[in-house]
């Protein structure tokens, strides 16, 4: 690990000599909503290494049936801003009540623009604070889905018009129309009614002008670093387009790598910019190795993203204060990347709900066979190994899982993550990892058995095993999107599957059985796991 200069640590200790060493470590933190990965999950990692979190009543952020309340949401933070060293605070939950309501929100203009004032007024009042903002472009889905409670009801009908009219406005500026497309592009846009695309891009330029903005501040130094993401991507749709135009505004205004990039993903930003105030405050720039499984590599483009993940992840080191080596003698942490061996991600444990029998892979492929080799041959060998397990999208890969726990190689882990797209997952993984070497073998343990509970247990298997279930029960598909009435049925057999699953594949963890699984967001996407004796 390298030290920040000695004139830069030296400042920092006249600093916190003059607020107090234990104001120093404490963090203030507005994640975009409270989903447990954005904030129970986030916080218990950082808190596990000895920083103390401020984080607001989970009643004023956005959940699934409400946005969260922005005015309280500042008052809550320019009332607690002056007993926090650093704050990481997420633009779409004070701008808008969350992730979700900024695709969704009918707010006026003027009233984005008050709230926007707030960031200068923080600024003025707590010079010394170091604000780090996370915001999002708005996402493009190829498609809508029935009771996804993330878009605006008319995407499901228009959702895939929507898509395909944008990924040809956008290939046009890009790399222009080949034949036939100007002629699908004019039958799109007569074949989506006018209000609907009113509707839609009036949102999207609000939203932009409003990060626009908050650029300007961190150019200014209301901010002192500011992240952009692109959650669910495509190499060619409105958001890849939008971001052309973000790119270009960053060049205009002259602002720098070193205070602002926009990259793939959303979710993982808030445990990488928590790791980038630890470090900073510390005076710490920890050196990361990434390695990649055979094949493809570091050149796959997976699902969900615009561009390489290796791109991703080595603009994730640089968002956590870190720094990429190529000698894992020499690094911090080793992010071992799970990759298809072809660039492919697949879907096998995701399907939309239906009746037909799931049938997990269990069986390691030639990609998985590599990769696992690779995995044991770094833990033998001594390294801080974590794990990217992005070979599927949203869940681990099932054979490698088996594979690690019959080597007993799970809790000989640093970190893992395979709960959602790469972006998401290699970010939480690599966040998880960093801060690791600062965590108790017990606290670290706690976090890597979340993780296997969630992102194997859970979005690998149990999910889709109920999602069918429900299915065969009530026959309709989109109730995995909006539980209802039926969220005691699925939470029930929720529980008893992961416990079975717990105990078959974890018998010697006595910690790992006593839990609880909630789905606070109604709905089987994500879940929460509650150990005994933990607060909810």
Known sequence: MRKISAVLVLLFFLSISTTGAAKAEKILFIPHDDRPISYRETVEVIEATGCEMIVPPKDLLGNAIRPGNSDELWKWFKENAPAAKAAVVSAD???YGGLIPSRKHEIPEEVLNARLENFEKIRNENRRLKIYVFDSLMRTPQQGTKGDIEEPEYYVQYGADIFNFTRLAD?????GWTNGEEKTFRTLEKKIPPEILKDWFERRFKNLAATKKIMDFTKSGVADYMILGRDDNAPLSQTHRENREILFYAGEINLPETKFQSLPGIDEFNILLLNRA???????????????NEGVGGNTVPAFSDEKISDS???????????KIENPD?????????????????YAHNPYPSAEEFKPILHLSNSSDNFAKLVKHYVKEGYPVG?????????SDNALMIFLKDQKLLFKLKSYSGWNTATNSAGFALGTGIAARKMS??????????????????QANVRTIVGKEIFKNFGDPSIYYQLGD????AESRNNFLMREFARKNFPKEDFVHHFTIKNPWLRMFECEIIFDGDRN
């Open 93 to 95: 939950s004070l701008l």
């Open 171 to 175: 290939k046009k500026e890009f790399s």
């Open 278 to 292: 630890i470090n900073e405050i510390t005076g710490e720039i920890p050196e990361v190795c990434v390695v990649y």
């Open 313 to 323: 992840i080595d603009a994730a080191i640089k968002i956590a204060g870190g720094s």
């Open 330 to 346: 020499k690094a911090d942490f080793v992010l071992l990347v799970n990759t298809d061996k072809h660039g492919e991600t697949f």
């Open 387 to 395: 794990i990217a397990d992005i070979n599927f999208a949203n869940g």
């Open 441 to 458: 073998k017990s606290e670290k343990n706690k976090l890597l058995t979340v993780r296997f509970l969630e992102d194997w247990i859970y």
């Open 486 to 489: 039926k969220l005691s049925f």
